[in-house]
């Protein structure tokens, strides 16, 4: 299972294995703070592609759009927290405020869709 959580939210028990997906580390969060498992940069959107969802040139489905054509050459990157997700919760710990349309919902949906087995 993956799920989607803010960095500014608390752990929880359910959390299983967490891992922040952004590329730039969190305002206001110090590292010994965050309760994470890994930092996973590799999955988060280009600084391009991040800097124009949020400077409103691209919408969220450009965005999404541009983003998921990123995340294809990087099946490998993925299929390691894919395999986390089989064998438990999955947690992606992400800053953005709007909780509805971010990158981590558009990363966990990737994940999902992928295949362990080629």
Same mark, same amino acid.
């Not at 929880?12 to 994470?36: E, H, I």
């Given at each position: ?28 969060? =110090?590292?010994?703070? #965050? ?5 996973? @940069? *590799? ?5 391009? $592609?991040?800097? /124009? ?32 997700? =089989?064998?438990?919760? #999955? ?5 953005? @405020? *709007? ?5 981590? $919902?558009?990363? /966990? ?10």
């Amino acid at each position: 299972m993956i799920q989607c959580k803010r960095v500014y939210d608390a752990p929880s028990g359910q959390d299983g294995y967490r891992v922040l997906v952004d590329r730039l580390w969190p305002r206001g969060v =110090k590292k010994t703070d #965050l309760n994470y498992d890994e930092w996973c @940069k *590799d999955l988060a959107p280009s600084s391009e $592609l991040r800097k /124009a969802f949020h400077a409103d040139v691209l919408d969220f489905a450009a965005f999404r759009e541009a983003y998921l054509a990123e995340l294809a050459d990087k099946r490998e990157t993925g299929l390691p927290l894919k395999a986390k997700s =089989k064998s438990g919760v #999955l947690t992606l710990l992400y800053a953005a @405020k *709007d909780t509805r349309q971010n990158h981590a $919902l558009v990363l /966990a949906q990737w994940l999902e869709s992928l295949s362990i087995s080629k």
